[in-house]
């Protein structure tokens, strides 16, 4: 049976290219906040599905919040809790999810215009937190985030209806050739990879570890890296890369002595929030899925003791 679903994964028999159905990018006119982005941001972004804005925050900025960081790693690896992701092997910390619940400071980076101004205008609405976390990718043990499209994965497993929910990396060391910078597919979002295979239960437990459900067929892979090519996005710590939930990227192991740490503030529009998932499949847990307490967020700016405002 023909399901309506335009974003049918991981049930068809064989993968699949499919065509997307929401604009990338909404007018301006659908924008409730102040214009964040010029013309030329604007059509980099439609174009390309992700957009580089070089040092957004400055260096105090960053220290304050790289030591929060380091702090919440050392923290929560000890308390053992859920929302900590260990490396496969080496046992280090390679993800703590939900960091604008569990974190003031992450909470306040969140909220800060410089970011959620950016966000309301590419989605064209008032918009909230489907997920947060911090990605540590640790100096010699951090290992790769396999090829995939996180709204494959949103959709599918948490119910997410449609392609208008964004990911704001906001850059904590810096990012440079060696040590795993994200690398995306420009061009890409415009094509939804379908996915074959079946989904485990609590999936999760494995894929935040090593993703081989909801990855994409190699030959469409190649397909969408012959047309696009492959950015990797380098830069110096507090600059921010804002990526559309259906660009395709991943990224290397860092074998070099230096962590490529990133958090990652995923807004979904207020007109997205989450159905039940595909399938049949048990929702995933609050702290990598928002469904409760979901409200429009108010800019305030970002205020770090000891930094100049
Ligand atoms: O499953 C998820 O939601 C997470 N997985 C990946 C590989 N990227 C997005 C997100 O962090
Ligand atoms: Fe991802």
């Not at 995306?184 to 239960?201: M, N, Q, R, V, W």
């Not at 921010?240 to 259906?246: A, P, S």
């Amino acid at each position: 049976m023909l399901s309506q679903d335009p974003y049918q994964s991981r049930a068809l028999i064989s993968p699949a290219i499919l065509a997307r159905c929401e604009p990338v990018l909404y007018e301006r006119e659908q924008c409730p906040a102040p214009a964040a982005l010029n013309a030329a941001q604007r059509d980099a972004y439609r174009e390309n599905g992700f957009l580089l804005l070089p040092e957004l925050f400055s260096k105090s900025e960053v220290a304050g919040l790289f030591d929060e960081m380091q702090g919440m790693r050392a923290d929560f690896a000890a308390a053992g809790r859920a929302e900590v992701i260990a490396e496969p092997g080496s046992g280090e910390v390679r993800s703590i999810f939900d960091v604008h619940r569990l974190n003031d400071l992450f909470a306040g980076l969140m909220r800060d215009p410089r970011v959620l101004n950016v966000a309301r205008e590419i989605l064209g609405s008032e918009v909230y937190i489907h997920q947060s976390r911090i990605n540590y990718k640790p100096g010699f043990t951090g290992k790769e985030f396999y090829w995939h499209s996180d709204f494959e994965t949103w959709h599918t497993e948490d119910g997410m209806p449609a392609m208008r929910a964004l990911s704001c990396s906001i850059l904590l060391t810096d990012n440079d050739e060696h040590n795993g910078p994200l690398m995306l597919i420009p061009g890409s979002h415009k094509h939804f990879i379908s996915c074959a295979g079946e989904t485990p239960d609590e999936h999760y437990k494995q894929s935040l570890q090593k993703q081989e459900c909801g990855v994409p067929d190699e030959l469409l892979l190649r397909y969408l890296a012959d047309l696009g090519g492959i950015t990797s996005c380098k830069g110096r710590a507090g600059s921010v890369v804002f990526f559309d939930c259906n660009t395709m990227h991943g990224s290397n192991g860092n074998i070099t002595p230096y962590p490529r740490s990133n958090v990652f503030f995923v807004y979904n529009s207020i007109e997205n929030q989450l159905h039940a998932p595909q399938g049949g499949l048990k929702p995933r847990p609050e702290f990598i899925a928002a469904r409760q307490d979901v409200a429009a967020l108010e800019p305030e700016p970002l205020e770090i003791a000891g930094s100049p405002a």
